[in-house]
């Protein structure tokens, strides 16, 4: 009997003399370049320094293509928005202590938004891992540490045959549901030293599946076909599973509304007679979700955005589906299905084969938006709702959009159609100043069919200043809207409502247009009423470019504390 184990692949006769005979000349860093490439890799992001230059070295040796960016941060927003769009894990090189660190906020942002980023940094040389003081440059006691609440796994390599093993064991971690990013090290000497190993020409790490218990969904499927008021929230784990038109099929089937959160954004229609859209941050919304006997909530851990600040009190009972063990029922009682959202959602299908015919739904879907839009047009913020008009009519229907933590970015959220899954983006996972522009030149470098929108404050635009070099360098079709308002301006209405006065919130800002044209990338200052042709014609063209918003916006008030 021949059982699959026993199954062995013996190497071609040219794959022996390619082995018996490496070319002379590589390194470690050849290693890790060559792994990549049998992963399926082309691109890489980063920024070299002297521990990880034996990496560099070996990327003139290869066919991957370097993007370079003028801050780690930068580059890892930028790996993390390559991930978002194609789906594929996102090589990100750095170097040992400050490049390594550097990197921390980029991957705390991929980690809560389940983007694929392969981080690979060097370290100091192999004599000093373990804690020993040496006094290298950049010398850490332990540099993984400061990376094992951030990432999904971390892999130390001590020698160079380590290296392939762990950067496939890194990629299959990465592309694992749920998403997120993943830590590879390897000394410096261990990258610089000649190898003897082979040329590295295969590396498939298939990502393990996760399925759901099919005794879960048998149950989920009942309580589903059964109940009288279904209704759905659907979170970023749809859209990073590609699972949005399954979602479509069973809320049709179920005749259930649907709400996206902030991450979901693309998930399901806007303009669908079930949806909700994403009013999360509304009384209304929150009293319709309550309402339901029986509610599914699809790939969110149903956290502090996404429960209306915690005050979302569900009555009815609880489904949810989350690939992240760890938030699956950590904010409200359910049943807990810890699965792929994809695999998830095929399996209701597959259970629930009737469809429920419920007129009432849509009608109650327009009552929870007429109500939304009475209490939003009655504070009348004309101002804000035309700015994100105007971005709808200027923005192509497929091109992607990256916002930063911005007043503009808080209205988005919940109140700007993306047209589609997976193209519109943010920092909300993690919250985190900078992401916008970097991400939008990481999509654009992914994916150059379409141009791509970053929208900044002028306080966010400040963190990745630098990465205008970088656009004007790859020529990235990216446009990059920044609204001038003099400082942080949601940290002054926040500072102002809770104190009656703000500080540290107002800055001293450069001219942006000068400022971008002086980096060789067109800049031009518009106005609310001329942004949407600005916009367009910036967008039109190829290459990128810089749109100058001075405007003062205002958030819509709150409605997580209840009269």
């Known amino acids: 009997m021949t059982h699959d184990h026993d199954l062995v692949l013996r190497p071609t006769a040219a794959q022996t003399e390619a082995a018996l005979n490496p070319p002379p000349g590589r390194n470690g860093g050849d290693l890790v370049v060559e792994t990549l490439a049998g992963l399926g890799a082309t691109t890489v992001f980063g920024l070299p320094g002297q521990h990880a230059l034996g990496m560099f070295d070996a990327l003139r040796r290869s066919d991957l293509r370097y993007i370079g960016l003028r801050v780690e941060n930068n580059a890892g927003f930028a790996a993390d928005a390559y991930g978002r769009i194609t789906g594929e894990a996102a090589p990100l090189l750095l170097s040992t202590g400050p490049g390594a660190l550097t990197s921390l906020a980029a991957l705390q ?39 094992r609440g951030v990432v999904k796994s971390v892999h130390t390599v001590r020698t160079q045959s380590q290296i392939p093993s ?34 590295v020409t295969g590396g498939d790490a298939f990502p393990e599946e996760l399925p759901p218990r099919p005794e879960l969904t048998a149950l989920a499927a009942h309580l589903l076909a059964s109940a009288a008021r279904p209704a759905i929230i659907a979170g970023g784990g749809v859209v990073r599973a590609d699972a949005s038109g399954k979602l479509r ?24 007679p079930l949806s909700l859209q994403s009013w999360l941050e509304d009384r209304h919304t929150t009293d319709f979700l309550e309402d339901a006997d029986v509610l599914l909530v699809v790939g969110s851990g ?45 399996a209701l299908l ?38 994100l008009a105007s971005i709808r009519r200027a923005l192509p229907p497929r091109a992607p959009s ?78 990059w809207l920044i609204v001038d308002d003099g400082g942080y301006g949601i940290l002054r209405e926040y500072m102002t409502d809770a104190f009656g006065e703000a500080t540290g919130t107002e800055l001293t800002r450069p001219d942006y247009v000068a400022l971008a044209e002086s980096f060789g990338v067109p800049g031009l ?31 819509f008030a709150p409605t997580h504390a209840r009269d």
Do not use: C
């Open 350 to 387: 597959e259970t629930i084969e009737e469809t429920r015919e419920d007129e009432s739904a849509p009608e109650r879907v327009r009552g929870v938006l007429g109500k939304v839009r009475e209490r939003i047009d009655a504070q009348q913020l004309t101002l804000e709702q035309n700015l």
């Open 525 to 555: 200052r518009t106005s609310p009423e001329t942004l949407a042709d600005d916009l367009a014609k910036s967008l039109a063209t190829p290459g990128p470019s810089v749109v100058v918003l001075p405007a003062v916006l205002r958030m």
């Open 109 to 147: 942002e991929a980690a809560a938004a389940s983007a694929p980023v392969l981080a690979i940094s060097s370290q100091v040389p192999t004599a000093g891992l373990g804690g020993g003081r040496h006094g290298y440059l950049h010398e850490l006691p332990d540099q993984s540490a400061s990376f």
């Open 402 to 479: 990256f916002w930063d933590m911005t007043i503009l970015a808080y209205w988005a959220w919940s109140a700007f159609d993306p047209r589609g899954a997976n193209t519109m983006h943010s920092a909300q996972g993690s919250g985190g100043l900078g992401y916008a522009f970097p991400a939008a030149l990481g999509a654009a470098v992914a994916d150059p069919t379409h141009p791509v929108l970053a929208v900044s404050g002028d306080g966010g635009a400040l963190y990745s200043i630098a990465e205008l070099a970088t656009a004007r360098q790859y020529d990235l079709d990216v446009t």
């Open 249 to 272: 099929q069973l809320a049709e089937r179920l005749s259930a509304p649907v709400v996206t959160t902030f991450g979901g954004k693309g998930a399901f229609p806007w303009t669908h």
């Open 302 to 346: 149903l956290g502090e955005l996404s429960s209306n600040y915690h005050t979302f009190r569900p009555r009815g009972r609880v489904i949810q589906i989350e690939a992240d063990p760890g938030k699956l029922e950590s904010n409200h009682p359910a049943l807990g299905i810890h699965a792929d959202a994809r695999l998830a959602l095929t």
């Open 166 to 199: 762990a950067v496939a064991a890194a990629w299959q971690s990465a592309l694992t549901a749920p998403h997120g990013p993943v830590w590879v090290e390897i000394p410096q000497d261990v990258l610089l030293a000649e190898t003897s190993i082979p040329v």
